[in-house]
C-alpha cells in the first residue's frame, strides 16, 4: 500500500463526495467508514509482511544457511515490530476520535499517549547497565 494507492484516492474521493451530498451531521460516521477502510487495509499489508517474513526465517532455518542464533533478551525484532504496528494501527481510530471530539488537543492528548506507551515499551527492552562497585570493609 502506498500513499498513491489508486484504491484509496478512489475511497477518499467517494468519501468526500457523500459528504457534499449527505451534508455534515453524517461527517463522523463517513470518517470512521474510511478509517476502517483503511485500518483493513493496513492490516492486510502487515499481515503479509509478516508472513513473508515468517516465510523466509523458515527458509533460512530449513536450508540451514543462516547462523543460528538465540532471541535477543531485548526482545526479537518481530515482537519489537509488532508491538510498533500494532500501535500505528490503533492509531488510526484513536486520533479520528480525538480529533472528532476535542480537535487539535485531542490529536495531541491521543498522539502523546500512543508516544508514551511506545517509549516506555522501548525504555522497558533496552539493556540496563549494572555499574558494579568494588566491595569495601564498610559495606
Do not use: C
Not at 463526495?17 to 485500518?39: C, M, S, T, W
Not at 542464533?69 to 488510526?92: K, W, Y
Not at 506507551?117 to 533496552?126: F, I, M
Amino acid at each position: 500500500m502506498t500513499a498513491r494507492d489508486p484504491e484509496i484516492r478512489k475511497e477518499l474521493d467517494a468519501t468526500l463526495h457523500a459528504r457534499k451530498e449527505l451534508g455534515p451531521e453524517y461527517e463522523n460516521e463517513l470518517v470512521e467508514g474510511f478509517l476502517d477502510k483503511i485500518q483493513g487495509r493496513l492490516d492486510g499489508t502487515i499481515d503479509q509482511r509478516m508472513r513473508r517474513q515468517l516465510a523466509e526465517q523458515q527458509m533460512v532455518v530449513a536450508r540451514g544457511s543462516g547462523p543460528q542464533q538465540q532471541p535477543a533478551a531485548d526482545g526479537t525484532f518481530g515482537e519489537r515490530f509488532g508491538f510498533a504496528a500494532v500501535s500505528l494501527v490503533l492509531a488510526i481510530p484513536l486520533s479520528a476520535i480525538g480529533a472528532v471530539n476535542e480537535g487539535l488537543e485531542g490529536l495531541l492528548v491521543a498522539w502523546a499517549g500512543i508516544f508514551g506507551v511506545n517509549a516506555l515499551h522501548a525504555g522497558w527492552r533496552l539493556p540496563r547497565r549494572r555499574e558494579r562497585r568494588a566491595k569495601s570493609d564498610w559495606d
